[in-house]
């Protein structure tokens, strides 16, 4: 018997081990796949930013739990009389083409400033686009007894007549769109409405499969778009009918008034409000339940749902309206709206496999005061702003030893009655104290912060369940303090269990599903979870910075893809996004494991160590496969990159430029002109005047400058700009480049009149004019300072030679005030021009549309016709390689024999005389150049196409790829043989170059190299 016991007892144990094991099994295939899924289905680029928790493996959990509802409801024995299907769509999407100041709009959508621009604006074009497809049921139609589209006919470019503003606004997607509209009013008057939903599927699956760009190049349907198919799947599928759909624009939005949004803003949600009311009645006589359902949070259900009870209790008197709740409970809010009638308000279904992040946050003062509250603040920060500066300070040292003592998890930040050591230990946590511009301080006991612009922006902190829509986009992640913690969801059988007692509580015997499959923007509820995110994994990884992550505010696809093409940069996202799934697959094991529990929060500090704990007993294996799946992500991610930004003139010529290569190359000339020529004014000119100190104020951005400075060397300099070396701003880059691109052009354009005079040196023809350079020197916190030294005005007139040796670089002012006094030279001061991508600048390729009037008068070159018919076969915005260039141009028969002609017209005429100018202009003669003139020439053309190939103007349309060797060895090429005979009026007996494979950028391709994995 005792070994019958015994052997039963190591069965025992034996099945439960091996139980155990099989669980562990199962929840680990379950981690592995929810990461795969996590990461393959990652969208890299800025308008996915929001949509980062709807990949397969959770939209199908959520969308089968629709069903498993849908069951226990009918096996609990309530009638499941239909559904009702609210779509609204964010109006502002599109933007008015028109300007009415009168009008009152909805913009909330969170955007910011940094160097690269202003980040992108997440408004939702796929939602208004449906919205299009049903333009026609804006007019009352009484064929359509299902389906009513709430003010459609307040869209503007609904109008059949705004056919050239369509075409802008949807680009490639309007001819899908014209089709879809076109079978989808045929539709509506045969087909039943769950066919509609169908057919909607159909076409969001078209818009998102085919990556289809609107009118602002962005990408129509982003990820958040899988949500609405699989809704809409579900919708289709389920045997309940569909008895009224509803569609407009903003419907879903809170009805507020408040210093910043007037009553006529939500004038469209103000009609639904009213027309919805009119639906929610008792059926049967029984008690009934509207059931709200949504597949995420931001979709307006909850807020519909506040308009509903504002309505209910104070009618059209908007100016009364209780704020709308906005907060997202993780259970049913069951309430009665009026006899008869009841309201089960359920959480968004994603957010039972999902967390949620609460606490508090800070938000613009005018959703929250009125005008003369936010005016006493504003007078306020106006008389204390340097006392509060200096308390600001204070604050930092005192947080900084916080942390020094007892870590980033100190009880201190948890204090809700202190959020600005919260806001302070979060602006140190996430890296950001050098670029904060918020200043903490206390008004009358309550924390606000300030931002010292015009005007004067003003943020007071309040909890996230109680703030208006605007404050869950606040994109300012450590703006957001998780006082709360995070919570996690109920087991989904819990809150099953929790709905059922509920309604039979009231006697509920009817249901009708209310499906808000509303299509905003997804920066509401994801953004908080995001902003919660970014500090989880900062408090991980104390090397961490968002900037160095995927939720960096990248204003394009262009920018994204030359942070990938880094190495350096690209190391750096890598490794974040690995961080970030381990840290993703660890809350969803803690979430997938819970078998109990409330929706008591876990504060930081304990949900920080829970997943240190579970990333520490991951194995290698597992961690290998991680590793695996993100290379492998960002090598697909890279090449479908290149193929749609990789030769844009956006990524090509203003995300791939490197300041500091422009800075290096400034210090290459500036030694060359001051150590390789013999001209003393040259070398005078070039000459380093000093450092500049300071500015004399705080530099934090980049910005254009008009003012005069001493250097530590005494010298009085006119600074022109200040520019940070990360900064892609092409609105402001665009003048400093070309000012730069001129400036050096015309400098080195010198060396084709220059003679090799031995030792080094070139002795510099003495007709050509002399100019004060543009100097660009390092400043304090990765900033360049571009400036010029002071001199006098010229006060006589300017030499004709000085005019036609310009006459090619496209400046604005051939006055003598463009010019200033160096001794008894006149000196060229003012290098501001138009564009500097034509003729000279770019290898003879002239666009008539450029913005310089003799361009369009210049004879169209075999060059032009090429490039022409290059855009063509591609667009305007794709720029042509010269190494395509320079294959196509030998192609053409017709050019050779005009450059043998003009090569044998110059041996005839000889060399040039020192007489002449040494340009074109008035005189069209080619001459050949002489041996002396060859080194020079040689050592021109290397620097121009080094020139070339770090520095283009934003427009420049041929071009040489950063790094490309085949490039270079065509662009060599085309300046020989095309720019200096048509420009510099030179043509050469034999060619320049031996070996043009073994011709390298000045000084040389290791330099460069080296530079590019630096940056």
């Known amino acids: ?105 909805i913009n909330d959508e969170a955007m910011r400033k940094n160097n690269t621009g202003w980040s992108l604006r997440l408004h939702n074009r796929f939602g208004f686009m449906t919205g299009f497809l049903f333009k026609d049921l804006a007019s009352t139609n009484p064929i359509f007894e299902h389906f009513e589209h709430i003010d459609g006919d307040d869209v503007a470019i609904f109008d059949d007549r705004a056919t050239l503003f369509q075409e802008h606004a949807f680009w490639q997607a309007l001819p899908l769109m014209r089709r879809e509209q076109e079978r989808m009013m045929h539709m509506l008057a045969k087909k039943t409405p769950a066919d509609i939903v169908a057919e909607l599927s159909k076409f969001w699956k078209l818009l998102y499969s085919n990556a289809f760009k609107v009118g602002n190049k962005q990408i129509a349907g982003t990820q958040d778009v899988l949500f609405s198919i699989e809704y809409a799947r579900h919708l289709s599928q389920s045997q309940l009918p569909v008895c009224k759909f509803f569609t407009g624009p903003d419907i879903t939005y809170p009805i507020e008034v408040t210093a910043k949004q007037d009553r006529c ?111 006493v603040l504003t007078t306020f920060i106006n008389t204390h702003k340097e006392e509060l500066r200096d308390e600001c300070a204070r ?58 612009s015009e005007p004067l922006e003003i943020r007071c902190v309040t909890s996230l369940a109680a703030v208006k829509s605007e404050g869950l986009k606040n994109i300012e992640a450590e703006q957001m303090l998780f006082s709360e913690g995070l919570r996690f969801p109920l087991p989904y059988e819990h809150f099953l269990k929790d709905l059922v007692t509920q309604l039979k509580s009231q006697n509920i015997k009817n249901i009708v599903f209310v499906d808000f499959l509303s299509m905003y923007p997804r920066s509401s509820r994801e953004n908080v979870r995001i902003n919660y995110l970014l500090q989880q994994m900062a408090l991980l990884d104390t090397n961490f910075h968002p900037e160095q992550s995927l939720y960096r505010d990248f204003v394009s696809g262009g920018e994204l893809l030359a942070a990938l093409c880094n190495k350096k940069s690209c190391t750096l996202l890598k490794h974040a996004f690995q961080h ?74 203003v995300q791939q430029l490197s300041l500091r290569k422009l800075a290096a190359f400034h210090t290459l000339i500036q030694e060359f002109f001051t150590q390789h020529g013999t001209n003393d004014l040259m070398r005078t000119l070039w000459q380093s005047w000093g450092n500049v100190t300071s500015l004399g104020y705080e530099v934090t951005e980049s910005r254009p400058l008009a003012m005069t400075l001493t250097t530590d060397a005494h010298i009085p300099v006119q600074a022109r700009y200040i520019i940070h070396e990360a900064c892609k701003d092409e609105a402001l880059l665009k003048p400093l480049l070309r000012s730069l691109r001129a400036q050096w052009y015309a400098a080195l354009s010198g060396l084709f009149f220059a003679t090799d005079v031995g030792c080094g040196l070139f002795s510099m023809h003495q007709l050509i004019p002399a100019y004060i350079p543009l100097m ?75 913005e310089s009037e003799e361009a369009k008068y210049l004879p169209q070159s075999t060059i032009t016709r090429l490039v022409q018919r290059y855009q063509q076969e591609n667009n305007a915005q794709i720029v042509m390689p010269t190494e395509i260039l320079w294959q196509r141009l030998n192609d053409v028969a017709g050019w050779q024999y005009e450059y043998e002609q003009t090569r044998s017209s110059a041996l005839r005429k000889g060399q040039r005389s020192e007489k002449l100018p040494p340009l074109g202009g008035y005189n069209m003669n080619v001459y050949i150049g002489s041996e002396q003139q060859e080194p020079a020439a040689r050592l021109a053309i290397r620097l121009l196409a080094t020139l070339d190939m770090i520095l283009k103007d934003p427009e420049s349309s041929v071009v040489i790829r950063n790094g490309n060797r085949e490039d270079f060895k065509a662009a060599l090429k085309l300046f020989e043989y095309v720019i200096v005979p048509r420009y510099f009026k030179t043509i050469f007996a034999n060619r ?17 190299d080296r530079l590019d994995s630096d940056d």
């Open 1 to 105: 018997m005792t070994k019958l016991r015994s052997l039963l007892l190591f069965l025992v144990c034996f099945c439960s081990c091996w139980c155990c094991q099989i669980l562990c099994e199962l929840s680990l295939s379950h981690e592995q796949e929810f990461i795969k899924s996590f990461i393959h289905h990652y969208e890299f680029g800025p308008e996915g930013r929001y949509t980062h928790e709807y990949h397969p493996f959770l939209l199908t959990r959520t969308a089968q739990s629709f069903a498993d509802l849908e069951l226990r409801l009918k096996q609990e024995n309530f009638s499941l009389l239909g559904r009702m299907i609210i779509m609204g769509y964010e109006e502002n999407a599109v933007p008015a083409y028109y300007t009415n100041y009168k009008h009152s709009g």
């Open 265 to 375: 803003a939500t004038i469209h949600a103000q009609h639904f409000a009213q027309r919805l009311l009119r639906e929610l009645v008792s059926q049967d006589g029984q008690n009934t339940a509207y059931i709200f359902c949504s597949f995420v949070d931001g979709v307006g259900k909850s807020t519909m749902l506040g308009n509903i009870k504002n309505w209910m209790h104070w009618s059209g008197n908007i100016e009364e309206f209780a704020h709308v709740d906005n907060s997202s409970s993780q259970v049913c809010d069951l309430f009665k709206l009026k006899p008869g009638v009841y309201i089960a308000d359920l959480p968004a279904q994603v957010s039972h496999f999902t967390y949620k992040p609460d606490g508090i946050v800070f938000v613009d003062v005018r959703t929250l005061y009125d005008a003369q509250q936010c005016a």
């Open 395 to 452: 604050i930092f040292a005192a947080v900084k030893n916080i942390i020094a003592e007892r870590g980033y998890c100190a009880p201190e930040f948890s204090d809700t009655k202190h959020p600005d050591l919260a806001f302070v230990r979060n602006v140190i946590l996430l890296g950001k104290e050098q670029s904060n511009v918020w200043i903490p301080f206390i008004y009358q006991g309550k924390s606000y912060l300030f931002k010292d």
């Open 580 to 653: 970030e799934a381990m840290i993703r697959g660890a809350l969803f094991d803690l979430i997938n494991n819970r078998v109990e529990g409330d929706l008591t929060g876990y504060d930081m500090a304990t949900v920080t160590a829970l997943i240190r704990d579970k990333i520490a007993h991951l194995d290698s294996e597992f961690h290998e496969n991680i590793v695996h799946n993100v290379a492998h992500k960002f090598y697909e991610e890279t090449k479908r990159l290149e193929t749609t930004y990789g030769l844009s003139k956006q990524f090509i010529n």
């Open 776 to 850: 660009m020197i390092p400043y304090k916190k990765n900033f360049f300072l571009v400036a010029q030294r002071s001199y006098e005005p010229w006060k006589d007139k300017v030499p004709m030679t000085f005019r036609i040796f310009f006459q090619n670089f496209n400046f604005t002012n051939f006055r003598a005030a463009a010019y200033r006094s160096v001794g008894d030279h006149p000196c060229r001061y003012d290098w501001d021009c138009g564009a500097v991508n034509n003729g000279l600048f770019g290898f003879d390729y002239v666009d008539v549309k450029d």
């Open 992 to 1008: 320049l170059f031996s070996d043009y494979d073994a011709v390298e950028p000045y000084p040389s391709w290791e330099f460069w």
